[in-house]
């Protein structure tokens, strides 16, 4: 599989396109998404992140995700559907490899993903929406295989989600964090997009446009850092104050501690050993 800290380093760091090579000796460009899209990416990259292997099918759960995609999800629709599935996959694609057109379709009995960059050399190659020639098809344009797909849809959702987990964790324990979740945030409201455009927008003395043309991944972390780093100014003054008293040491903004993502909802089976022996 793809090495996600290297791929970190070298191109999501720097708001870079990944370079990924296919198997079909062509070079694909796995472009990051802009706060200008996000709204459309985050209603469409649920395609990519189903949960195949918590279906009741031994069937379902041996397939390639690519696979599954094609076999169980995407007939179940209408390509005219502005919410299908269908969509949902063309925008993704469209978004993150400014493709024209995409087509999951079977060669030799595997599953592949056809990319089409150029429509009008599609139609000169007289090939139509009903691909009435694979073989022509494959000759057009670039071709994903079932393991390229796993591994690109990896990068993207890495690549544009900022701390995104790929963690499996149990619908039980799920449940449980979710609840969690619900309990800490009481009745806050959820901060928008426009919200965070005009926060960071006068945090940074700049306009929405030029946040617009951001990667997202940069803004969200922008965001974050500016959110942060307000409430650690005020809890830092009211400590030197002398007036406030905290239980922990506040943690700096940058200079942090290695944490485990679920940290706060599990307990080290030593601790409950020696709690119990006690």
């Given at each position: ?235 830092k003054t009211a400590e030197l104050s002398g007036n406030v008293t905290f239980k922990k040491k506040l943690e700096h903004i940058i ?24």
């Open positions: 599989m793809v090495n996600i800290e290297m791929l970190q380093k070298q191109f999501f760091s720097k708001g870079k396109p990944v370079v990924y090579n296919l198997k079909c000796g062509e070079e694909l460009l796995i472009y990051p998404i802009l706060v200008d899209d996000w709204d459309l990416f985050e209603a469409c990259y649920n395609i990519l992140t189903i949960e195949k292997n918590k279906t009741p099918s031994p069937e379902i759960i041996k397939m390639s995700y690519l696979k599954f995609l094609l076999k169980a999800i995407l007939p179940m629709g209408s390509e005219n559907d502005i919410n299908d599935n269908h969509n949902r996959l063309y925008w993704i694609f469209k978004l993150c490899c400014n493709t024209e057109k995409v087509y999951p379709i079977e060669i030799d009995d595997k599953s592949n993903l056809i990319l089409i960059f150029d429509e009008k050399k599609m139609i000169e190659e007289n090939i139509n929406g009903s691909i009435v020639s694979v073989e022509k098809l494959v000759e057009v344009e670039k071709v994903i295989t079932e393991k390229e797909f796993d591994e690109i849809r990896k990068i993207i959702l890495f690549q544009n989600i900022p701390n995104y987990d790929d963690t499996e964790i149990s619908e039980d324990v799920k449940n449980l964090m979710e609840e969690y979740f619900r309990l800490s945030n009481g009745d806050l409201q959820p901060v928008t997009l426009e919200d965070k455009l005009i926060f960071l927008g006068n945090e940074l003395n700049t306009t929405t446009d030029k946040l617009l043309n951001m990667t997202y991944r940069e803004f969200e972390k922008r965001f974050n850092i500016a959110v942060e780093k307000m409430d650690y100014v005020i809890n200079y942090k501690h290695k944490t485990n993502k679920y940290g706060q909802f599990f307990v080290d089976s030593d601790i409950v050993k020696d709690t119990i022996d006690g």
